[in-house]
């Protein structure tokens, strides 16, 4: 089967999502030393094998082809639960896409990659990707949802009237080092500004953009007001 024709919109999701396509040099290292830490046995031939091409630094789409295989090694731990390990094969294969889709992974290593994880869940080429197409609109859904209320969030967060003496009071309470540029009440409403029409101007390309936008404003804000300010309790009844 060739590539998915919905590759394209991949690396958003992923980035969304707190997954990386990019993955860079210098990066593979710690993507190893975090999945070893999480349990992965040191001695599986296939971290061994990334690792060595890391240290050897082959070529990138060699190296990518080679962290494939560990993230599909890796599924094992949940293999018990069938549902689970399917869930977390067709992940793999989002992120085999979307490595393809940034010119790190050629289709026809994409389609071997999925010929294999089909082999895995059972069922033949044609049955995977219907499963694949149900997966991604699944998590389309799940992604788009979760959007909407990030930003949501952070735009009731930007708009409340108080937003100023509670940023001044929140610093001098936690001592934050950030009053010592953001002293000024007019400094923290044009800051306050910028965000909220910059937001504003993100929702109307789509939640999507919207979403990305809040969770990278959202340390700017926890910088002026504190970690506390309910966010994560939002996301968590999505």
């Not at 040099?25 to 046995?41: E, L, Q, V, W």
């Not at 950030?178 to 007019?186: G, K, Q, T, V, W």
């Amino acid at each position: 089967p060739g590539l998915h024709t919905s590759a394209r919109r991949l690396p958003k999701f992923l980035a969304l999502t707190g997954g990386s396509t990019t993955c860079p040099h210098d990066r593979f290292t710690s993507a190893a030393y975090s999945i070893r830490r999480n349990g992965h046995p040191d001695d599986c031939p296939h971290l061994r094998a990334f690792e060595d091409a890391v240290y050897a630094s082959d070529p990138e789409d060699e190296i990518v082809s080679k962290w494939i295989n560990v993230r599909i090694a890796a599924c094992a731990t949940v293999k018990s639960d069938a549902k689970r390990y399917e869930d977390a094969l067709l992940v793999v294969a989002i992120e085999a896409l979307a490595y393809s889709d940034l010119g790190k992974l050629a289709p026809k290593a994409v389609a071997e990659i999925h010929g294999v994880l089909a082999r895995k869940i059972g069922v033949d080429t044609a049955e995977f990707g219907e499963k694949l197409t149900r997966f991604e609109e699944s998590m389309k859904t799940q992604a788009t949802a979760i959007s909407k209320t990030m930003s949501a969030l952070v735009l009731q967060v930007l708009k409340d009237p108080d937003f100023v003496p509670k940023a001044l009071h929140s610093m001098a309470k936690r001592k934050s080092r950030a009053i010592d540029f953001l002293r000024s009440e007019e400094v923290i409403e044009k800051t306050r500004v910028e965000f909220l029409t910059a937001l504003e101007a993100a929702a109307e390309n789509g939640p999507i953009y919207a979403g990305q936008l809040a969770q990278k404003i959202k340390p700017s804000l926890e910088i002026l007001l504190g970690p506390n300010m309910g966010l994560e309790r939002g996301l968590e009844a999505v």
